[in-house]
C-alpha cells in the first residue's frame, strides 16, 4: 500500500496529473470514503421516513443543482429556464412510462436526453446573443414551456397531470422512501463523479474559457458555439434527469410546481451555495431545500396555535419574502456563497495557529 | 369592424402602459445596464401605495397621486441606496440575481400585507372623459392612459434631451469612464434613475390598477411582460420602448380578441423569442459589433 500523504508543507505538483487530481492530499480521499459509508450505510437506518423524504429531495434538487450550475457557474450563460426543464424531464419520464411503457431505469435516461435535446433547442439563441439577451430568451422559454405543459393535453393531460406506474429496478420494487434513498443516492454519485471529471477535462476548460472572455475563447480556437450548446445540452440533460427521478418519487406530476419561482429557486440554489463550484450546488441545495421545510413548519406551527392561526395563514407568502431576503443577504454580503465559507473553514484548519 | 376597433383602442392604450412601465426599465438599463426583474413588483408597490393613499386613508384624489408619486421616487432612491450601492463592482450576474431576489422579496411582502385579493380603486376618472363614437366605447380609463401616456412619454423625451440631468444619465449610460472623468456624479445618476423608474412604474401600475384591478400577481406578471417590449424597440432606446409597448399591446389584444384569451399572455414571448432569433437589439438598439 503506497505512503499516505495526509499533511502537505505546500504544493510541490511535479508532473501535470498532479495538478489535475480531485483531491490534493489523501485526507480528502479518506473523508470521501467516510463520507460514502454515512450516506450509504449510516444514513438510511437511522432517519425517520420523513428526514429521508427531505434528504431525498435535496438529492434531486442537488442534480439540478449541479447542472445548472455547470451552465452558468462554469459557462456563463444566466438561464432562467431551468424550472421549466426539470418539468420537461418529469413530463418525458411520466408519458414515456404511461404511454410507451419504458421500465424505470430507460424512461429516465430518455426524459435526461429529451430535455438535452429541448435545451439545446433554447441554447440556439446564444450563438447570436449575449448575457442579458439570453437571460432574456430562456425566461421567454420558461413561459412558452409553461404554457405548453397546460395547453398540450394531448400530449400531458393538461392540469390534471400524468399518474406514473411503480418504479421497478431489477425486478425489486422501488417504493418508499428508503429504496428511493438508495436509487436517488447512487444516481447522485454518478452524476457529481461525472460532473467534477467534466471540469476537469477539455470540456471544462472550454466553458471556463468562455465565461471568462468568449471573444478570447473564439480567438484561441474554442468553437464556442458548439461548446455552449454543449453547456446547455449538460446542463438540461441535469435537470431532466432530476425531473425524472422527482416525477417516479412523487408518483403524479401535475404543471404546476414548474413555474418561474422553481427556476428562481434553482438560481438561489447556486449563488447561496457558491457560482462554479460542485459542492457549492450541493451545499446551497442543502440550504434551500431545509430553508423550504423550516417555513413550512414555522406555518404549520404557528397555525396550531389558535390566537396566531390568523398571522399564519399571512404568514405563508412570508417564504417568498424570506427566499428574496436570503438571496438578496448572500448577494451583498456573501457573494461566492457557502463554498467559500467551507473553504475558509477548511483552510483556517489547515493553517491553524496561522488561520488570520 | 366595430370589434376591430374596439380591440385597437384597447390595445393601443395597453400599449401606452407598457410603453410606460418599459420606459422606467429602459432607464435603468441605460443608466446602468442593470436588468430589473423586480420591475412588476415596482408597478405593483406604486399600485398600492395610490390604494392605501385613497381608499384607507382617504386622501383626495389628486393628493393621493402625487404623494404616490413622491412616495415612489423616494422608494427607487432607497432601493438604489440600500441594495444596489454595495454592488457596484460586482459582475453583473450578481446584480440581476439581487433583482430577482428583490422580487421575491417586495412580492411576498405585499403578498403578506395585502394578501392575494382583488381590490378596486375609488371610481375616480370623471365620466365625461369617456368617448363614443358611433359604436365604440371608449371607457375613461383608456382615455385617461391615452392622455397620461403621452403627457409622460413628452416630459421624459424633454428631460432626457434638454434637462441638465437628463444629459448626464445619456452621458453615464453612453459611457461611464469618460463621464466619471467630465465629472459627472454618476452614484447621483444611478440613484436618480432608478428614483424616476419607480415613479414611472407607480404611474403605470395606478393605471393598470384602474383597468384591471389590483391584484399582486397580475401586476407582477406585467412586469415580466416588459422584457418582450423592451427587447423589440431596443434595449437601449426610450422612442424604441414606446414603440414596442404600443406593438405588444396590440398584438396581445387581437391575439386576445381573435383567438384564444389563453394564448394572449404567452404571445409576447413567442414574439419576443421570434425578435431574438431574427434581430436580437431590437428594432432601435444599438448592435454591438463583434469581430474576433
Not at chain 1, 158 to 163: A, D, R, T
Not at chain 2, 10 to 21: E, N, P
Not at chain 2, 230 to 258: K, N, W
Request: proline share 4%; hydrophobic share 55%.
Amino acid at each position: 500500500m503506497r505512503k499516505l500523504k495526509l499533511h502537505p508543507c505546500g504544493k510541490f505538483n511535479e508532473r501535470y496529473e498532479e495538478e489535475l487530481t480531485i483531491f490534493s492530499t489523501d485526507f480528502g480521499r479518506l473523508w470521501m470514503w467516510v463520507g460514502l459509508f454515512l450516506l450509504f450505510v449510516v444514513i438510511p437506518f437511522i432517519c425517520k421516513p420523513y428526514f429521508l423524504y427531505i434528504i431525498n429531495h435535496i438529492g434531486m434538487a442537488a442534480i439540478a443543482a449541479i447542472g445548472l450550475n455547470i451552465l452558468i457557474g462554469y459557462t456563463g450563460q444566466i438561464s432562467l429556464g431551468h424550472g421549466a426543464f426539470f418539468g420537461v424531464g418529469a413530463y418525458a419520464a411520466a408519458i414515456l412510462a404511461t404511454a410507451v411503457g419504458f421500465p424505470f431505469w430507460l424512461s429516465i435516461l430518455c426524459a435526461g436526453f429529451i430535455t438535452a435535446l429541448v435545451g439545446m433547442l433554447f441554447g440556439i439563441p446564444s450563438v447570436r446573443l449575449k448575457h442579458l439577451y439570453l437571460t432574456i430568451a430562456t425566461l421567454a422559454g420558461q413561459f412558452i414551456l409553461q404554457y405548453l405543459f397546460v395547453q398540450w393535453d394531448t400530449l400531458t393531460k393538461g392540469p390534471e397531470g400524468i399518474l406514473l406506474p411503480r418504479a421497478t429496478l431489477f425486478g425489486v420494487d422501488v417504493k418508499g422512501d428508503r429504496s428511493f434513498f438508495y436509487v436517488i443516492f447512487v444516481c447522485f454519485v454518478v452524476m457529481t463523479w461525472i460532473a467534477v471529471n467534466l471540469i476537469r477535462t477539455r470540456y471544462g476548460r472550454a466553458f471556463i474559457a468562455i465565461r471568462d472572455n468568449d471573444r478570447a475563447a473564439e480567438g484561441m480556437g474554442i468553437p464556442i458555439f458548439r461548446y455552449k450548446l454543449l453547456s446547455f445540452a449538460i446542463s438540461s440533460f441535469y435537470a431532466g434527469f432530476a425531473g425524472g427521478l422527482s416525477a417516479y418519487y412523487i408518483g403524479s406530476i401535475t404543471p404546476e410546481p414548474y413555474t418561474l419561482m422553481l427556476s428562481i429557486e434553482f438560481i438561489a440554489m447556486i449563488i447561496i451555495g457558491g457560482l462554479g463550484s460542485i459542492p457549492g450546488s450541493v451545499f446551497g441545495a442543502i440550504f434551500i431545500t431545509l430553508l423550504n421545510e423550516v417555513l413550512t413548519h414555522a406555518t404549520g406551527f404557528l397555525m396550531n396555535i389558535n390566537a396566531l392561526t390568523k398571522v399564519a395563514i399571512t404568514i405563508a407568502p412570508l417564504r417568498e419574502f424570506v427566499f428574496g431576503l436570503a438571496i438578496v443577504l448572500f448577494i451583498i454580503f456573501e457573494p461566492r456563497g457557502l463554498a467559500e465559507v467551507w473553504r475558509i473553514v477548511k483552510s483556517s484548519f489547515k493553517l491553524w495557529p496561522f488561520s488570520y | 369592424m366595430e370589434f376591430f376597433l374596439q380591440l385597437l383602442i384597447q390595445g393601443l392604450s395597453v400599449g401606452f402602459l407598457y410603453a410606460i412601465a418599459a420606459l422606467g426599465f429602459v432607464m435603468i438599463f441605460k443608466s446602468s445596464s442593470v436588468l430589473n426583474f423586480a420591475h412588476g413588483d415596482l408597478l405593483a408597490m406604486g399600485a398600492f401605495f395610490f390604494l392605501v393613499l385613497s381608499l384607507w386613508l382617504k386622501l383626495p384624489i389628486p393628493i393621493a397621486f402625487l404623494f404616490t408619486l413622491a412616495g415612489s421616487f423616494a422608494m427607487g432612491f432607497v432601493i438604489e441606496r440600500l441594495f444596489l450601492r454595495p454592488l457596484i463592482g460586482e459582475a453583473l450576474i450578481m446584480v440581476i440575481m439581487l433583482t430577482v431576489g428583490l422580487a421575491a422579496m417586495f412580492k411576498g411582502l405585499m403578498l403578506f400585507i395585502f394578501g392575494g385579493n382583488v381590490f378596486n380603486y375609488p371610481e375616480f376618472l370623471p365620466k365625461g372623459l369617456a368617448i363614443q363614437w358611433g359604436a365604440i366605447n371608449i371607457s375613461p380609463v383608456y382615455v385617461a392612459s391615452f392622455i397620461i401616456g403621452i403627457i409622460f412619454l413628452s416630459i421624459f423625451g424633454f428631460f432626457f434631451k434638454y434637462s441638465s440631468q437628463g444629459i448626464y444619465m445619456r452621458s453615464v449610460a453612453d459611457n461611464q469612464p469618460a463621464a466619471l472623468s467630465l465629472g459627472v456624479h454618476v452614484r447621483r445618476v444611478f440613484a436618480l434613475s432608478w428614483a424616476i423608474a419607480a415613479l414611472v412604474c407607480a404611474i403605470s401600475g395606478v393605471i393598470l390598477g384602474i383597468m384591471t384591478g389590483i391584484n399582486v400577481h397580475d401586476i407582477s406578471a406585467m412586469g415580466l411582460k416588459v422584457f418582450p417590449v423592451v427587447i423589440l424597440g431596443g434595449l437601449e432606446s426610450i422612442g424604441g420602448a414606446i414603440i414596442g409597448g404600443l406593438i405588444i399591446g396590440l398584438l396581445e389584444t387581437f391575439t386576445g380578441g381573435y383567438i384564444s384569451t389563453a394564448l394572449k399572455e404567452v404571445v409576447p414571448y413567442i414574439v419576443l423569442v421570434f425578435i431574438l432569433l431574427v434581430k436580437p437589439y431590437g428594432l432601435f438598439g444599438l448592435v454591438e459589433i463583434e469581430r474576433v
